[in-house]
């Protein structure tokens, strides 16, 4: 019984482990990449730079167009879009700076709550606690980098009909080549915009191209058909 017993318990093997492969498994596991960005974190500049160059492309174009819808002067339509890039530019700048900066006061005031309220617990680890602190300001929203954007994006937008209409003179030539760029440029932007915000590409670019035709189309028949109507 004693010889069958030991040779029964020798016969089984126990394997544990090594703590080698036990590491190498969690250095593999830590070193695998993940996707786990949140895109999110983008909306701030992306709502900004993106819109604010639509804006401007598709606000100046409109102006534009209406103009040289009773106007065939190309100096008309050049100082038209150029009012319209600087005050579109401002009124950009000014509304994303309050907006943002309305924002901030609302985050930093929850932002004080919270620390009266975490004021009450006893906390082990302050370290811990700096490092949240600092997190949490660095992800508030910046009121002058927001309106910088706003205000710059929209220049650009509105720099390209300015440019495709600043060295045409005949007319109807002008107004063609300004829708052309228009689109071109409409389309860029969507397609851009949708792929940092990892969105539809056709879609969004498909939508901002239809938005820009159906305003620069509005703006030109209303005002063809006032400034016919000789008011």
């Given amino acids: 019984m ?50 604010g160059a639509n804006d401007g492309l598709v ?10 819808a009773v106007k065939q002067d190309i100096k008309a339509m050049i100082l038209t879009g150029f009012a319209g890039l600087v005050a579109g530019a401002c009124s950009m700048a000014i509304g994303e700076f309050v907006s943002v900066y309305s924002q901030l006061d609302i985050e930093v005031a ?29 992800s508030l929203p910046n009121p002058l980098q927001a309106s910088a954007a706003s205000a710059l994006s929209f220049s650009v937008g509105a720099m390209v009909p300015l440019l495709a209409a600043s060295f045409i003179k005949e007319y109807k030539v002008r107004l063609g080549v300004v829708v052309g760029a228009v689109s071109l440029a409409l389309a860029v932007f969507g397609w851009l915009g949708a792929v940092l915000g990892r969105a539809p590409r056709v879609r969004s670019a498909a939508r901002v191209l239809v938005g820009g035709w159906l305003a620069m189309a509005i703006t030109f028949g209303l005002t063809k058909l006032i400034g016919s109507s000789g008011l």
Avoid: C
């Fill in 110 to 138: 929850q932002l004080k709550r919270d620390k009266l309220r975490d004021e009450n617990r006893e906390t082990t680890d302050e370290e811990e606690e700096e490092k949240g602190s600092k997190g949490e300001k660095e």
């Fill in 59 to 68: 606000s100046t174009a409109a102006l534009m167009m209406g103009v040289g």
């Fill in 2 to 51: 004693e010889t069958t017993n030991g040779t029964s318990i020798n016969n089984h093997k126990f394997t544990i482990p090594a703590v080698n492969d036990v590491e190498q498994q969690q250095a593999s596991m830590e070193l695998e990449p993940t996707d786990d960005f949140n895109y999110s974190k983008r909306s701030q500049w992306l709502r900004a730079a993106v819109l």
